[in-house]
T-cell receptor, first 112, second 117 residues
Framework: GENVEQHPSTLSVQEGDSAVIKCTYS??????FPWYKQELGKRPQLIID?????GEKKDQRIAVTLNKTAKHFSLHITETQPEDSAVYFC???????????FGSGTRLQVQP | EAGVVQSPRYKIIEKKQPVAFWCNPI?????LYWYRQNLGQGPELLIR????????DSQLPKDRFSAERLKGVDSTLKIQPAELGDSAVYLC???????????????FGEGSRLTVL
C-alpha cells in the first residue's frame, strides 16, 4: 500500500518567519495531495490541496509544491502567526484507493 | 449545512467491554470513512463505504471490530471486546462520490475519544 513519510515531526518558528513541511510518498501514480490542519481537540480540516497535473498552488499565505519525479510535496506557510500553531498532516490518494493515506503529522508552534 | 456528526464525543470503558460509535455524514455524501487516530499520529483508515457497501475494509481488525451503514446514511462502528490498545480517537469522515473534476475532499467529524482502562 501507499507509504507516506512526513518531516519534521515538530517545528518551532518565530512569528513572521516561514515554515516548511515536507512529505514523501511511494506510489508514483498517486494523484491527489491535500494538507489538513488539526487544532488541539478539533477535527482535521483541509487547508490546501493539489492534483498531480499541477506543480504549485498558492492561497494567501500558504502554498503547496509538488515534485512528481522525486515523489515529494511540501507545505509552505509564510508570515506565520500564532493562530497557525497546530498539527499539520499531509495526505495522499494512491491509485485504486479512494481513501487518503495520512502522514504522521507535524506539530507547528509559532512563538509570538 | 450541518457537518459530520459523531457521538459520543468521549467514552471511558473497562477492557473487555463493548463500545459503539455513531456517525451521521453530510447530507448527500455517498462515501463514508472510519479512521482511527492514535495519540501523536495521523489518521489510519479502518473502513470505507460507498453508499451501503464496504469497499475497503482491509485495515479493520475483524476479530473484534465491526461496522455497518444501513440504508447508506448513518454508520456505526463497534468494538467487542475492547482492549487497552484500542484507546484512540475514532474519526468519521464523508465525501461526495468521486467524479471527474471533484477534489475528493474529506470532511471530518469531531471524533469519538475512547479510553480503555
Amino acid at each position: 500500500g501507499e507509504n507516506v513519510e512526513q518531516h519534521p515531526s515538530t517545528l518551532s518558528v518565530q512569528e513572521g518567519d516561514s515554515a516548511v513541511i515536507k512529505c514523501t510518498y511511494s506510489d508514483s501514480a498517486s494523484n491527489y495531495f491535500p494538507w489538513y490542519k488539526q487544532e488541539l481537540g478539533k477535527r482535521p480540516q483541509l487547508i490546501i490541496d493539489i492534483r498531480s497535473n499541477v506543480g504549485e498552488k498558492k492561497d494567501q499565505r500558504i502554498a503547496v509544491t509538488l515534485n512528481k519525479t522525486a515523489k515529494h510535496f511540501s507545505l509552505h506557510i509564510t508570515e506565520t502567526q500564532p493562530e497557525d500553531s497546530a498539527v499539520y498532516f499531509c495526505a495522499v490518494r494512491g491509485t485504486g484507493r479512494r481513501a487518503l493515506t495520512f502522514g504522521s503529522g507535524t506539530r507547528l508552534q509559532v512563538q509570538p | 449545512e450541518a457537518g459530520v456528526v459523531q457521538s459520543p464525543r468521549y467514552k471511558i470503558i473497562e477492557k473487555k467491554q463493548p463500545v459503539a460509535f455513531w456517525c451521521n455524514p453530510i447530507s448527500g455524501h455517498n462515501t463514508l470513512y472510519w479512521y482511527r487516530q492514535n495519540l501523536g499520529q495521523g489518521p489510519e483508515l479502518l473502513i470505507r463505504y460507498e453508499n451501503e457497501e464496504a469497499v475497503d475494509d482491509s485495515q479493520l481488525p475483524k476479530d473484534r471490530f465491526s461496522a455497518e451503514r444501513l440504508k447508506g446514511v448513518d454508520s456505526t462502528l463497534k468494538i467487542q471486546p475492547a482492549e487497552l490498545g484500542d484507546s484512540a480517537v475514532y474519526l468519521c469522515a464523508s465525501s461526495p462520490l468521486l467524479r471527474q473534476g471533484s477534489t475528493g475532499e474529506l470532511f471530518f467529524g469531531e471524533g469519538s475519544r475512547l479510553t480503555v482502562l
